[in-house]
């Protein structure tokens, strides 16, 4: 199986996204989405920011590699009444069956970043965009001192390093990483712009419960526990992931989390 595929339908992505909706709205109603605009949500998950978007009364399709994950977006937009949002598999890398010039927006918040092959990536996000459509994608930033950064950079500490030629998604945090690969899609440099933005998600239990919740349900998460059982290392894991949700927590009530993550915002003019 396509690892990437096997990493997102490992877990049941739903659970975190749950944690994530007000921030997602809150994102596409920043966008300037428009009634009847055609917008694809690429790694759309189960529709974070592709319901919020089909509410504005954009036409919009949510593409993502975890057929978990589509079936869920599925039911919400059936659930929620939106004909007009609906959702299918597919590979970042190769966007078949997409027409050249389709879209007015292409979006992609948290999930176009992990596909492999990033150059692959921008090339397919270009050639679906209709001339004057946009680009908006928002990326973990490498390093970066806030709460999924941080996730990702300990989880990796405790599983085995990859094969050789990965590249790492956090390089899509990297303005000029993101400027080389958009510009070799044949995007004019000055058409590139960044922002730094903040997505919070906020829980109605405990730091250490939250936790819980990415061993459970988040993918690069559950791979790093088990990683870490074989090596004995898992309560380990478990104290720096538990200090770190607790040092981040912003909610004065000891019963509640909200946590802060920075990512970059990049718009891309075609």
């Known amino acids: ?101 389709t879209f007015d927006m292409v979006v992609s918040i948290f999930g176009a970043m992990f596909a492999p092959k990033p150059f692959d990536v921008a090339k397919e996000m270009v050639r679906v965009t209709k001339p004057g459509g946009k680009i908006v994608m928002g990326n973990w930033i490498p390093g970066d001192p806030t709460l999924v950064a941080q996730i990702l950079r300990i989880s990796s500490a405790y599983t085995p390093p990859p094969p050789e030629g990965f590249v790492s998604p956090m390089l899509w945090g990297v303005e000029d990483q993101v400027k080389e690969r958009f510009t070799s899609a044949g995007v004019l440099p000055e058409n590139i712009s960044f922002s730094k933005k903040t997505f919070t998600f906020n829980v109605d239990y405990k730091p250490a419960e939250f936790v819980q919740l990415f061993k459970a349900y988040y993918g690069p998460t559950m791979n790093a526990f088990e990683a870490a059982e074989k090596n004995g290392k898992s309560a380990e894991l478990q104290q720096e992931l538990e200090a770190l949700f607790a040092a981040q927590n912003k909610s004065s009530d000891p019963n509640r989390t909200s946590v802060n993550a920075t990512f970059l915002l990049v718009e891309v003019k075609k």
């Not at 909706?21 to 690429?42: F, P, Y």
């Not at 977006?73 to 959702?87: I, P, V």
């Open 1 to 101: 199986m396509n690892p990437n595929k096997a990493l997102w339908e490992k877990g049941d992505f739903t659970k975190i996204a749950e944690t994530m909706r007000a921030s997602g709205e809150q994102l596409v109603a920043d966008l300037g989405i428009t009634k009847n605009m055609q917008v694809l949500d690429l790694g759309c998950g189960d529709g974070t920011t592709a319901i919020p978007s089909a509410k504005l009364g954009a036409n919009v399709l949510g593409v993502d590699i975890a057929e978990n994950l589509v079936a869920a977006g599925n039911a919400r937009a059936k659930a929620e009444g939106l004909s007009n949002c609906t959702f299918q598999e597919g590979d970042a890398t190769d966007l078949h069956g997409i027409a050249d010039n």
